[in-house]
Each structure stands twice: as structure tokens, then as C-alpha cells.
């Protein structure tokens, strides 16, 4: 006669599982409230559905912790899997007019979303709730509902992991790829301007807002990696069109690509903006300074 496995253990097993399930949460949750303040809160839509995320991260990792029912731990899959799904398509096509780049963060968050789903999908599957089946018939659909199960949420795991890595490798961002970000931002042509809120400020050819970062120097850009990515630098050659006046020049990033400057400041634009006649990027505190809309004088 074979032994059961004491409640125990079973019940160890799944406290263990709440805790890491609901730990992981947390994480990707709190990975999305620091790009929502440092950034994302400026983008329309996409900044709603950030800070939904957020408050519906904490509120089901608080319910996976609180209760020992399958119901919290099967939301909280669904949700860290809804989640994954949303970035791969921001990053590979784009949502509501904003397509991702890839940052560390977002990997972060991606990974977390993989192994959030896997730990709580286990979690729901496994014996041992409070809707654990009893007597020999039980012990015998467990016993092979257990491993299907398992195979069942590697496999989705599997297949989410593959797919994050494929959108990623075909996104641009930062870590080695910011040639590709500078070359899809590139201003070639004259520069312009626009008025926006009561401000006349300059922009590039396609009419995105320019801006320049506090901490520059007239030789030496210090925004790079994932703020590169955030604030792609801006390439040419350049030319300054009708009433545009003002020094232009160039300076070596610190990959040994070329940036253009204006007034001694490297020009960036800024990816919350969407379409032309937008500065949300102005006077944001984020990637250790403050950005501003670079504004013409005349």
C-alpha cells in the first residue's frame, strides 16, 4: 500500500507557492509603478493602463496571500500572462499609438510575468485547496490531473519565453542596439518650428519636439543605455530652416556615433511624444536630470 503524502507537506507546499506567486506579482507590479512615474504616466492611454496594472498587481498578490481557495492564484496567472501579452504586442507592433523599445526593465518584467504565471498556474492546478477531491476515485484523477497539469503550464511557459525573446531580438532599444534607435529618430533635413502651449520650440523634419537634458554639456551627452532608449538622440546632418537661428554643431557619444547639438546642447526627442505638436517630455525629472523642449529665440 502506497502511502499518502501528509497533509502537511501538501499544505507547506502550497504556502510556499502563495508566497512566491504572490511575491512575483509584486515585482512586476512595482517595475510597472517606477516606469509609470519616470515616464509612462505622460503617454496617453498607455499611462492609464500602466497604473491599472499596478493597483491590479498588488490587489491580486494580496488576494493569492490571503486566501487558499485556486480562484486568486488562476486570476493572478491569467493576469501576469495578460500582461506579457500586452508588452509583445506594444513591442512588436505597437498599442494605441505607442510601440515599446527594449529596456532592462522590460525584460525584467517580462521574465517575472513568465515564472508569476508558472508559479501560480501551479498553484491553481495543485491538490490540496479547499476544493481538493477525496476518496479513491480522487487520489486517482490527481494523480494523473498532477503531471498533465505540470507538462501543461511548462509548455505555456515554454511558448511565452519564446516569444518574449523573439520580440525582443527584434526591437529596438538600448544594450548595443542604440545605433538602431538614433537611426530610426534621425532628423535629416531642416529644422523647424512650431508653437506649442504659447511656446515657439524647435523640432525635427517629421515635426517632433526637440529637447535638451540638464545634465549635458556642450561636448558630452551623459543619456545612454536604457534612457537612450526613452530619449533617442538625435542623428543627421541637419540644417536650419525658415527663421531658424541659432549655432548648430556635432559631438561623439560616448559609443562613437554622432549627435547633433544646437546652442551647444545634444538633441533628443522623446518617445511619450506620439505625434507632432507634442512636449510631454518638458520639465520631466527623470534619468537623473530634468528634459526640456529646446525653445527658439528668435
Known sequence: MTAEPRPTSTASARLLLRIAGAGLLFATAAVHLDLYLTGYR??????????????????????????????AAAVGAVFALSTLGGYLL???????????????????????????????????????????TSGKH??????????????????????????????LAGAGGSGGSEGRVQASSAAV??????TIGGTTVLTNAAGRTLYWFGPDTSTRSVCT??????????????TAGPG?????????????????????????TYIGDTAPGQARGNNLDLNGGVWHEVVVTG
Open 90 to 132: 506594444s513591442v512588436q507592433f505597437g498599442l494605441f499609438g505607442f510601440r515599446e523599445v527594449r529596456t532592462t526593465a522590460g525584460i525584467a518584467a517580462g521574465v517575472l510575468e513568465v515564472a508569476g504565471f508558472a508559479v501560480l498556474a501551479v498553484l491553481a492546478a495543485a491538490p490540496g485547496g479547499l476544493a481538493a
Open 225 to 238: 543605455g536604457s534612457c537612450a532608449a526613452y530619449w533617442p538622440p538625435v542623428s543627421g546632418p541637419l
Open 189 to 194: 533635413g531642416g529644422l523647424r518650428m512650431a
Open 138 to 167: 480522487g487520489r486517482r484523477t490527481r494523480e494523473v490531473s498532477g503531471p498533465l497539469a505540470a507538462l501543461g503550464v511548462a509548455c505555456v511557459s515554454l511558448v511565452a519565453l519564446g516569444l518574449l525573446g523573439g520580440a
Open 42 to 71: 505622460t503617454i496617453p492611454t498607455i499611462g492609464s493602463l500602466f497604473l491599472l496594472q499596478v493597483i491590479v498587481g498588488f490587489a491580486v498578490g494580496l488576494a493569492v496571500l490571503a486566501t487558499r481557495g485556486r480562484l
Open 244 to 268: 531658424v537661428t541659432g549655432r548648430l554643431g556635432t559631438i561623439h557619444r560616448p559609443g562613437g556615433s554622432l549627435q547633433e547639438t544646437y546652442n551647444g546642447h545634444p538633441l533628443y
